[in-house]
């Protein structure tokens, strides 16, 4: 039989030792939501999405913003 040092089948989670689970799981990483600058008034905006500042989207109004605030 070949000699395999590789765990091929499913291991039961109590069998896994915290420090084996927490050493796996340090590459389990959230990433930063992409950002972009909105054309119109340079907020940073995320794309595809319709700038909060001023409610436009592809330089197009959207959202009608109030003027008095
Ligand atoms: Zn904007």
Same mark, same amino acid.
Do not use: W
């Given at each position: ?17 915290? @420090? @084996? %689970? ?17 054309? %119109?008034? +340079? ?9 909060? /500042?001023? +409610? @436009?989207?592809? +330089?197009? /109004?959207?959202?009608?913003?109030? /003027?008095? /605030?």
């Amino acid at each position: 039989m070949l000699k395999l040092d590789i765990q091929l089948f499913a291991v039961p989670f109590r069998k896994t030792s915290k @420090t @084996t %689970k927490r050493m796996r799981r340090t590459h389990y990483k959230i990433s930063e939501n992409a950002t972009s600058t909105c054309p %119109k008034c +340079g907020a940073t905006v995320r794309p595809h999405r319709v700038c909060k /500042e001023c +409610g @436009t989207y592809k +330089g197009r /109004e959207v959202i009608k913003k109030e /003027e008095a /605030e």
